[in-house]
């Protein structure tokens, strides 16, 4: 026999009042439960807003790897279609600097002249030395700078020393050493 029913037989309390106990601790016992299940869902919400935001993250770290490729590709592409050839009959030797490397790549007079204005670059890409347009140049500048080997801007303008006792004497820029 159960504590109530004792307290009952003993008249104590009532039925009404046995059965109101008895529904109020059913009651908080299902409260209970709803809480926690409103606890378990809201956890369950949090944890997936954390991992699509990990996912957006990550995909649109993939998506900038992958321009990125793309655009390498485009340019890889672009400098083999707009590649100047070079006659094999040309002989001088136009000196330039590429990662604290002198090379020489062998050019025409025509050419030279146009690299020396600034109407052609220089790029490398895979151990190969192409010779482009300003443009495209430039514009491989500026996302792929280890690619431009020769770029004249003209910015650099030499400074003359007053006291040069050879400022008046001109120094041929096509020497052939």
């Given at each position: 026999m159960s504590l109530q029913d004792q307290l009952l037989k003993a008249g104590l309390i009532n039925k009404q009042k046995a059965k109101q106990v008895r529904t109020d601790k059913r009651r908080k016992r299902k409260q209970n439960k709803v809480?926690?299940?409103?606890?378990?869902?809201?956890?369950?919400?949090e944890k997936l807003k954390q991992t699509a935001e990990k996912d957006k993250a990550l995909n649109s770290e993939r998506d900038a790897k992958a321009q990125a490729i793309g655009r390498?590709?485009?340019f890889a592409t672009e400098i083999a279609r707009a590649g100047i050839s070079i006659d094999s009959q040309a002989d001088i030797g136009f000196n330039f600097t590429f990662n604290n490397k002198v090379l020489t790549l062998y050019v025409t007079s025509?050419?030279?002249?146009?690299?020396l204005s600034g109407k052609l670059g220089i790029v490398r890409l895979q151990e190969k030395s192409y010779l482009l347009p300003?443009?495209?140049?430039?514009r491989i500048q500026q996302f792929k700078p280890e690619w431009v080997a020769y770029l004249w801007d003209g910015s650099t303008e030499e400074v003359v020393d007053e006291d040069d006792p050879?400022?008046?004497?001109?120094?041929?820029?096509?020497l052939m050493w």
């Open positions: 809480d926690e299940s409103e606890l378990i869902k809201q956890q369950a919400a390498e590709r485009g025509a050419l030279q002249s146009q690299l300003n443009k495209l140049v430039e050879y400022a008046d004497y001109e120094i041929p820029d096509d």
